[in-house]
């Protein structure tokens, strides 16, 4: 169970989940045969009770897999309260309601996006749009939000390739400011943000990494992260959902280069947060919002991490050493 509280000075929705502390962390090594000290690895023929109690893997043998999450950071189905009041006048607070699920890329441990065959690359972006419609279909779910933590210093705390979909009773900050941004560039220049971000890069190319069918991988102009890239469609599309059989594998293709790239940049496993942006639940600017993905690496050199420190994390303030124009390069380097 959680609560949602509203932080009266940013007015922004924080979940509090006090249960998520019982989560478990494993040693990221997955046993011979067995792999028990990891959740997601499936339970070898034989094993005890006890161990099958604590898995969470499914059973059986599966491409990718999806679940609910067993820690749910936001609650999960049944709607409730951690507190009883009172509380001040002016304070707001709303029952936790929301989803959390895990998508496992595949049954084994020491694989990640890049190595995983390239058909369920796109079987996964399948379950995220599938997902994600499923998840709208819940009136009280406002947006549904895919991502990766990849890597420790990022906080995942069991190493098994898996991703998780988030399904908020409530648009988060950071998209309710670029749905702003978007409407209001509709209403003054009559197009959309998205588009015309697209065609800049294209226009001046410098801070291009890969294209793939429609969709092109670029550093951002103003990327808040180490080699940020954003992967955009060139179809003007909201979400998932909306695109076509043949762009769904180009996104598959890119994302493995992507991934391939970041790997090979300062020659280990980069550590990222990855995210997919779809078009909100309700009312639904279907023809507002522009889909992307983001990368958003956490090492700014070999094994050199980027801290969101004191004027990024205090400030909102954020930092580069980099030029992005450089960045691009450097991720175009590398040797595929
Ligand atoms: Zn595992
Ligand atoms: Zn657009």
């Keep these: 169970m959680s609560e949602l509280r509203l932080d009266p000075l940013s007015r922004e929705w924080i979940t509090i989940a006090a249960r998520r502390i019982d989560r478990p962390v494993t040693t990221g090594v997955a046993p011979a045969g067995g792999g028990l000290l990891c959740p997601f690895c499936p339970v070898p023929p034989g094993a005890s009770p006890e161990m099958r109690a604590t898995s969470e893997a499914p059973r059986g043998d599966y ?54 065959p390239e058909s369920r690359v796109q079987l996964l972006v399948e379950v995220w749009r599938d997902r994600t419609e499923a998840l709208y279909a819940d009136p009280a779910v406002d947006y549904v939000f895919p991502f990766e933590n990849r890597g420790r210093d990022i906080g ?64 951002p102009f103003a990327p808040r992260f180490p080699s940020e890239v954003h992967l955009v469609p ?17 996104l598959a293709r890119l994302l493995r280069r992507m991934v391939r790239r ?34 958003y690496p956490l090492y700014r050199a070999q094994r050199r991490m980027k801290y969101l420190a004191g004027s990024e994390s205090g400030a909102g303030a954020f930092l580069q050493d980099a030029l992005p124009e450089a960045m691009a390069a450097d991720l175009r380097g590398v040797a595929m």
Excluded: K
């Design 63 to 116: 491409d990718v897999a999806v679940f609910e999450n067993r820690f749910p950071s936001l609650g999960g189905p049944d709607a409730g309260m951690l507190s009883a009041g009172p509380f001040a006048t002016g304070y707001r607070l709303a029952p936790g309601f929301g989803r959390a699920e895990i998508v496992l890329y595949s049954p084994r441990h020491d694989v990640h996006l890049a190595s995983i």
């Design 156 to 219: 995942a705390t069991i190493d098994h390739p898996h991703g998780q979909i988030y399904a908020y009773p409530f648009i988060p900050s950071r998209v309710a400011r670029e749905v702003e941004q978007v409407r209001s560039h509709r209403e003054e220049e009559g197009e959309c943000l998205q588009c015309d971000i697209l065609r800049r890069e294209q226009r001046e190319g410098r801070r291009m990494v890969d294209q793939e069918g429609t969709w092109t991988a670029f550093v």
């Design 234 to 250: 060139g179809r003007h599309a909201g979400r998932l959902a909306e695109l076509r059989g043949a762009e769904v594998a180009a």
């Design 262 to 295: 970041y790997d090979g940049l300062y020659g280990s496993p980069m550590q990222y947060m990855m995210c997919v942006y779809q078009s909100s639940r309700a009312p639904r600017p279907a023809d507002l919002w522009h889909l992307r993905l983001a990368f």
